[in-house]
Nanobody, 127 residues
Framework: QVQLVESGGGLVQAGGSLRLSCAASGRTFSSYGMGWFRQAPGKERELVAGVSRSGHRTYYGDSVKGRCTISRDNAKNTVYLQMNSLKPEDTAVYYC????????????????????WGQGTQVTVSS
């Protein structure tokens, strides 16, 4: 069982930055690929960024490529999402998710592939 707790969301002006954090419970954090998803009202949940178990491989959605950086610290059981040059269309609830996998370089893309989810943190970007 893994519990995920996100933090770092808030209200920011367009062009600003936010750093989201997701703290995971348990001793097997390094067994999970991690993802940051977001969901805006009326839209499907989409993968913003993912990182493999080791942290050596990352994935970014087209909408955030070049503006976001995902990283993880397995010693601290934490995954981060640094978001820069924020746009109003980045407004959404951001969720951290964990995918138990035996593949060290795997990054799952679909929400259904993830086993555990945080409660979400709201990010609002004003124009």
């Amino acid at each position: 069982q893994v519990q995920l707790v996100e933090s770092g969301g808030g209200l920011v002006q367009a062009g600003g930055s936010l750093r989201l954090s997701c703290a995971a419970s348990g001793r097997t954090f390094s067994s999970y690929g991690m993802g940051w998803f977001r969901q805006a009202p009326g839209k499907e949940r989409e993968l913003v960024a993912g990182v493999s178990r080791s942290g050596h491989r990352t994935y970014y959605g087209d909408s955030v490529k070049g503006r976001c950086t995902i990283s993880r610290d397995n010693a601290k059981n934490t995954v981060y999402l640094q978001m820069n040059s924020l746009k109003p269309e980045d407004t959404a609830v951001y969720y951290c998710a964990a995918d138990y996998t035996s593949q060290p370089m795997s990054i799952s893309r679909r929400p259904t592939e993830y086993d555990y989810w945080g409660q979400g943190t709201q990010v609002t970007v004003s124009s």
